[in-house]
């Protein structure tokens, strides 16, 4: 196992918290789901999130950091665009299988350093 | 032999154990003691075959109430080191049929290395993108949305647990 795929794996599980993180919020999942149907200017979204633009630019942050969205800024309006595939780090049948093998890691663990517990 | 990971399509785990690896290695490989983790409790698990060997059976079937059993897992070891390594694939059936296996066929690759503290764990699993191309073209990103509420709480659960 080559340096740069360790510390391409320690990123991703990186991206993956950060990722959690942005969508534990119903504001942003919120945003999500209106860029899911398309593009969309962040005073539209904002609107629709009755929220005034400063407060909102916080979770535009939040979301663009982690890499759910994309933004650009033409004239005066800057427009959000959904990063789908960085969405399918947690949507979908990896996520699911890892959260199998990480479910059976432990109760390995669980029942070699504790077998006389049932498990 | 060793092979590069795809993160659109593999996983890897890294555990330190605080056992001894051939506690680890027999866990794995004694068929009683598999039943005990394999399968989330209250779902029952029963190991069919477990013929550690290359080419040999690897098949479990499950239960809600311990009565009736249904399929689990039909597979076949392709690697075995004893003590240290076990790689399994579900792609070629118990009977090395080749198999379309639910969601994904995958390849296992389990490692157990020596570690002060105990088995230095290791789960590498590759799998088929077939899985990958029939989920995104079969679900549109409504239904996608539903799935990602359920997956997040299984994270939720599953960080709990180890907690």
Not at chain 2, 71 to 92: E, K, W
């Amino acid at each position: 196992m080559s340096c740069a795929i360790l510390s391409f794996m320690a990123n991703h599980s990186l991206t993956l918290d950060d990722v959690f993180a942005a969508l534990a919020d119903p504001t942003r999942r919120a945003v999500v789901g209106v860029l899911g149907r398309g593009p969309a200017s962040v005073g539209e979204l904002a609107q629709s999130a009755s929220m005034t633009l400063p407060s909102f630019m916080k979770h535009v942050h939040t979301l663009e950091r982690c890499g759910l969205i994309h933004t650009a800024k033409s004239g005066r309006v800057r427009t959000c665009t959904l990063n789908r595939k960085r969405l399918g780090v947690v949507d979908g049948w990896l996520a699911e299988q890892r959260a199998v093998w990480e479910g059976r890691t432990d109760r390995l663990e669980q029942f070699v350093t504790n077998p006389q517990e049932p498990s | 032999m060793t092979f590069d990971l795809d993160p659109d399509l593999d996983l890897r785990i890294d555990r330190v154990i605080r056992a001894p690896r051939s506690r680890v290695w027999q866990a794995w490989t004694d068929p009683l003691d598999l039943a005990r983790w394999w399968l989330p409790a209250p779902t029952h698990c029963r190991v069919d075959q477990l013929e550690v060997v290359p080419g040999g059976a690897f098949v479990t079937s499950m239960s809600d109430d311990g009565v009736a059993f249904g399929p689990h897992l039909d597979a076949c070891f392709l690697v075995v080191d004893t003590g240290a390594r076990i790689v399994f694939t579900n792609a070629l059936d118990s009977r090395w049929r080749p198999a379309k296996p639910d969601p994904v066929a995958m390849t296992a690759e389990i490692t157990f290395g020596e570690h002060p503290e105990g088995t230095d764990y290791r789960v590498v699993v590759r799998h088929a993108d077939a899985g990958s191309r029939r989920h995104h073209e079969e679900l549109g990103f409504a239904d996608g949305w539903g799935t990602v509420t359920a997956q997040l709480a299984a994270v939720a659960e599953a960080q709990e647990e180890t907690r």
